[in-house]
């Protein structure tokens, strides 16, 4: 049975799928996560529903949630609740229509903590793995203002505004890496299957080799005999590697300052920290969330520990009375353009529609970015590939440009 306090389940739950109609008739239909029937009714009965139709179905895994996926559910829920749909009913339609059944429990969870007279905020709290600090600062501002409609619509834009930077960041670093990844694999099956074959024709030619074609044949050799090595240390290296990236703090201040570092990549990185940054900081300002409150949760927006470290210093300075230009100033992390609309924001009164300003021009220089890489990646990976297989080709093929002279 579900504890009234906590909102937690001890029992096994099933997923109940129901029909009913309301006070006016009207007929409704949803899905609800109960330990039994009389739950499902129960539950209903609170909200004025007569339960005509009540089947249980099979709890299905689902796949992992992803932001994406929360930024939908944002977006979904500030549509309804903007049309006058009331919460309780949003989350059912919500979760009955997502394909992913992770989701649907996500949301019927959050639905019955409401539902047993939990704030939203206080329900997502209780979710941080899917709803950080700053999702749930700003729902919790727009419970307090009685704007939770238009802060639901304004974080929704947020949320997908910055999954779309992300997602250019990411198709901007994964064509290079695939290449790599390709040209090792083609490499590797050279090295272990074509250049033992040469080196049996090559061992009957009774001369010397060319020194390419000895080098080739030392590598294809190394990579015969310790391929299991070789994969070994790297896929290891790899994972280990990632491991330290995504908990280690040292290491994460280390890379996160190497790519910013990143010939071309570093500038894209940092623009694209300046874009969420001053969009966060402006969607919070936004909702009425006092600065040193609003710090709190920028830091961790902007994807980058340089800048998280920034925002720490920007705060501690704001909060001794010092402005928020100047502090951003002192952290020598801002471009100016960023630093000179922040002032004269703060000169007007306007700084969040100055940062939104500011974050939308950074938008933008990501676009261009990643359209202008893609154009200079191409011909400098082509390149690449056509160096490494056609030097080991030219190598391999040394010798019987020089066969004529054997002979």
Same mark, same amino acid.
């Given at each position: 049975?579900?504890?009234?306090?906590?909102?937690?389940?001890?029992?096994?739950?099933?997923?109940?799928?129901?029909?009913?109609?309301?006070?006016?008739?009207?007929?409704?239909?949803?899905?609800?996560?109960?330990?039994?029937?009389?739950?499902?009714?129960?539950?209903?009965?609170?909200?004025?529903?007569?339960?005509?139709?009540l089947?249980?179905?099979s709890?299905?895994?689902?796949?992992?949630?992803?932001?994406?996926?929360?930024?939908?559910?944002?977006?979904? %829920? /500030?549509?309804?609740?903007?049309?006058g749909?009331?919460?309780?009913q949003? +989350?059912? *339609?919500? !979760?009955? #229509?997502?394909?992913?059944?992770?989701?649907?429990?996500?949301?019927?969870?959050?639905?019955?903590?409401?539902?047993?007279?939990?704030?939203?905020?206080?329900?997502?709290?209780?979710?941080?793995?899917?709803?950080?600090?700053?999702?749930?600062?700003?729902?919790?501002?727009?419970?307090?203002?009685?704007?939770?409609?238009?802060?639901?619509?304004?974080?929704?834009?947020?949320?997908?505004?910055?999954?779309?930077?992300?997602?250019?960041i990411?198709?901007?670093?994964?064509?290079?890496?695939?290449v790599?990844?390709?040209?090792?694999?083609?490499?590797?099956?050279?090295?272990?299957?074509?250049?033992?074959?040469?080196?049996?024709?090559?061992?009957?030619?009774?001369?010397?080799?060319?020194?390419?074609?000895?080098?080739? %044949? /030392?590598?294809?050799d190394?990579?015969?005999?310790?391929?299991?090595?070789? +994969?070994? *240390?790297? !896929?290891? #290296?790899?994972?280990?590697?990632?491991?330290?990236?995504?908990?280690?703090?040292?290491?994460?201040?280390?890379?996160?300052?190497?790519?910013?570092?990143?010939?071309?990549?570093?500038?894209?990185?940092?623009?694209?920290?300046?874009?969420?940054?001053?969009?966060?900081?402006?969607?919070?300002?936004?909702?009425?969330?006092?600065?040193?409150?609003?710090l709190?949760?920028?830091?961790?927006?902007?994807?980058?520990?340089?800048?998280?470290?920034?925002?720490?210093?920007?705060?501690?300075?704001?909060?001794?009375?010092?402005?928020?230009?100047?502090?951003?100033?002192?952290?020598?992390?801002?471009?100016?353009?960023?630093?000179?609309?922040?002032?004269?924001?703060?000169?007007?009164?306007?700084?969040?529609?100055?940062?939104?300003?500011a974050?939308?021009?950074?938008?933008?220089?990501?676009?261009?970015?990643?359209?202008?890489?893609?154009?200079?990646?191409?011909?400098?990976?082509?390149?690449?590939?056509?160096?490494?297989?056609?030097?080991?080709?030219?190598?391999?093929?040394?010798?019987?440009?020089?066969?004529?002279?054997?002979?």
């Amino acid at each position: 049975m579900a504890n009234a306090a906590t909102g937690k389940t001890n029992a096994k739950e099933f997923l109940y799928e129901w029909a009913g109609k309301d006070r006016q008739g009207k007929e409704l239909r949803g899905e609800m996560r109960a330990v039994g029937e009389a739950q499902v009714q129960a539950s209903l009965r609170r909200q004025g529903i007569f339960m005509t139709k009540l089947k249980k179905r099979s709890m299905r895994s689902g796949k992992r949630i992803r932001p994406k996926d929360i930024a939908l559910f944002t977006r979904q %829920m /500030a549509t309804m609740m903007k049309a006058g749909v009331p919460l309780l009913q949003s +989350f059912d *339609i919500v !979760g009955r #229509g997502n394909p992913n059944a992770s989701v649907t429990k996500l949301l019927n969870d959050v639905r019955q903590d409401v539902e047993t007279g939990t704030s939203l905020s206080v329900a997502f709290r209780k979710h941080p793995l899917y709803f950080n600090s700053l999702y749930c600062n700003l729902i919790e501002a727009g419970e307090a203002a009685g704007i939770l409609d238009t802060l639901m619509d304004r974080l929704a834009t947020y949320m997908e505004k910055t999954e779309a930077i992300k997602g250019k960041i990411k198709s901007a670093l994964m064509y290079p890496i695939a290449v790599i990844i390709v040209a090792f694999i083609v490499v590797t099956v050279i090295m272990i299957f074509v250049i033992p074959a040469f080196k049996d024709v090559f061992s009957s030619f009774g001369a010397d080799l060319p020194a390419p074609t000895l080098l080739v %044949m /030392a590598i294809s050799d190394f990579f015969v005999q310790y391929w299991w090595l070789i +994969f070994a *240390i790297l !896929g290891g #290296g790899f994972y280990f590697f990632m491991q330290a990236w995504q908990r280690s703090p040292k290491v994460q201040r280390v890379m996160d300052r190497l790519l910013l570092k990143l010939p071309v990549f570093g500038k894209l990185i940092d623009k694209s920290c300046v874009a969420r940054w001053t969009r966060t900081l402006s969607t919070m300002f936004a909702a009425g969330v006092p600065l040193v409150e609003a710090l709190d949760s920028v830091g961790g927006a902007a994807g980058n520990s340089v800048y998280r470290e920034a925002t720490d210093r920007i705060q501690n300075e704001v909060s001794t009375g010092t402005s928020l230009t100047n502090a951003m100033t002192n952290a020598d992390v801002f471009p100016s353009m960023v630093l000179q609309m922040c002032a004269i924001g703060e000169e007007s009164g306007s700084i969040d529609h100055m940062l939104s300003k500011a974050a939308d021009f950074y938008d933008q220089e990501v676009d261009e970015m990643v359209a202008g890489l893609s154009s200079l990646l191409e011909p400098i990976i082509i390149v690449f590939l056509g160096g490494l297989i056609g030097g080991i080709v030219v190598s391999m093929y040394l010798p019987i440009f020089k066969l004529g002279q054997v002979v």
